[in-house]
Nanobody
Framework: EVEFVESGGGLVQPGGSLRLSCQAS????????IGWFRQAPGKEREGVSW????????YYADSVKGRFTISSDNTKNTVYLQMNSLKPEDTAVYYC????????????????WGQGTQVTVSS
């Protein structure tokens, strides 16, 4: 059974940083693309960043490019999202998700989802 445990969310001031973690179990990490998504109140879920497997190529939404960094530690089966220079508009519940094969920007194509972690950027 595929499971994700997310952590690292919280309250941070504008300009601050957070690192989200997504620890996965129940599948071979080399067979799945991993994405971070977020959903703000009243808005649709949107893609933020993705990492392909096994080559480790990374991709970012324009809104976070240059501020967020996705990475993985295969020894721990964990994917991270380092978020710097946070803005109030980054406030959302952040989810990690996996799909077999190649990366996709479509939320609907990800089969496995974590429970989400709240990120609030406010002064």
């Amino acid at each position: 059974e595929v499971e994700f445990v997310e952590s690292g969310g919280g309250l941070v001031q504008p300009g601050g940083s957070l690192r989200l973690s997504c620890q996965a179990s129940g599948f071979n990490p080399d067979d799945y693309a991993i994405g971070w998504f977020r959903q703000a109140p009243g808005k649709e879920r949107e893609g933020v960043s993705w990492i392909s497997r096994p080559d480790g190529s990374t991709y970012y939404a324009d809104s976070v490019k240059g501020r967020f960094t996705i990475s993985s530690d295969n020894t721990k089966n964990t994917v991270y999202l380092q978020m710097n220079s946070l803005k109030p508009e980054d406030t959302a519940v952040y989810y990690c998700a996996a799909r077999a094969g190649m990366i996709s920007g479509s939320v609907a194509e990800y089969r496995y989802w974590g429970q989400g972690t709240q990120v609030t950027v406010s002064s």
